[in-house]
């Protein structure tokens, strides 16, 4: 079983920066590919981010692609959403979520997870 608890999420400005990290325990990082969702309100979950295991391969939606980076610190258990250039379409509660699929890290559809944590919300205001 894993844990997953996020942090960080906030109100701020458009154009501004927030970072999100999500804290895992459970299981060793290093086995897992892990990913950050969104979902606002009225909205099905989307993918944000993904990050391999080892950290060396980073995937993004186009949506968040060159504002946002992924990064992970598996001696520390972590990994980090930096959110840069932020816009109201960026509103939404974001979930950090681990999957053990084998293979390619590159895994945007939720139902592809195993464990989620319980979301942060972040909002962006115009």
């Known amino acids: 079983q894993v844990q997953l608890v996020e942090s960080g999420g906030g109100l701020v400005q458009a154009g501004g920066s927030l970072r999100l990290s999500c804290a895992a325990s459970?299981?060793?990082?290093?086995?897992?590919?892990m990913g950050w969702f969104r979902q606002a309100p009225g909205k099905e979950r989307e993918f944000v981010a993904t990050?391999?295991?080892?950290?060396?391969?980073?995937y993004y939606a186009d949506s968040v692609k060159g504002r946002f980076a992924i990064s992970r610190d598996n001696a520390k258990n972590t990994v980090t959403l930096r959110m840069n250039s932020l816009k109201p379409e960026d509103t939404a509660v974001y979930y950090c979520?681990?999957?053990?699929?084998?293979?390619?890290?590159?895994?945007?559809?939720?139902?592809?997870?195993?464990?989620w944590g319980q979301g942060t919300q972040v909002t962006v205001s115009s």
């Open positions: 979520a681990a999957t053990t699929v084998v293979g390619t890290f590159i895994i945007v559809e939720p139902r592809d997870y195993d464990y």
């Open positions: 459970g299981r060793t990082l290093s086995t897992l590919v």
């Open positions: 990050i391999s295991r080892a950290g060396v391969g980073t």
